[in-house]
């Protein structure tokens, strides 16, 4: 298997989602001891991270997200009624999309000897950034 589609759903507005046991869960199926694995987020107003799953670092991120995009601001996004073709049930969802800009949509996880090249305090990470929401991760393995 050189790819995999891992589907989840989140269950609040903003949240985080440790992925690192599923990419290990894939490098395991995977078989080969060297190589990558690149993890893509499949959404505009999700992100894919490398950093700590440390409740008071993810406290600080949303809030230092949401302080350089706040949710309140008047963003042209926003501005439904001057979209075409626009669902009816289409979110104001602006800040999440420029939040996810800041963070990126893809990672990757180096692997060395059957397992993922991480520092002792890193995990790969979603960040929901417009939840809740069913969500898909792509798992692509890299060899050379």
Known sequence: MTSQ???LNTD?????????????DFIRVHGERDGAVVVTSQHTTTAVIINEM???LLEDLQQWLEQLAPAAASWKHNDLEKRPNI???EPRNAHAH????LLGN???????NGQPVLGRYQDVILVEL???RERRVALQWLSS
Not at 12 to 24: E, I, M, Y
Not at 98 to 101: D, R
């Open 130 to 132: 417009d939840g809740p």
């Open 12 to 24: 609040q507005p903003f949240a985080c989602v440790r992925l690192t046991d599923a990419v290990r």
């Open 87 to 89: 669902p009816p049930d």
């Open 106 to 112: 893809q990672v990757m996880v180096n692997v060395s």
């Open 54 to 56: 440390e409740e008071r």
């Open 98 to 101: 420029l939040q996810a800009l």
């Open 5 to 7: 589609l891992l589907t």
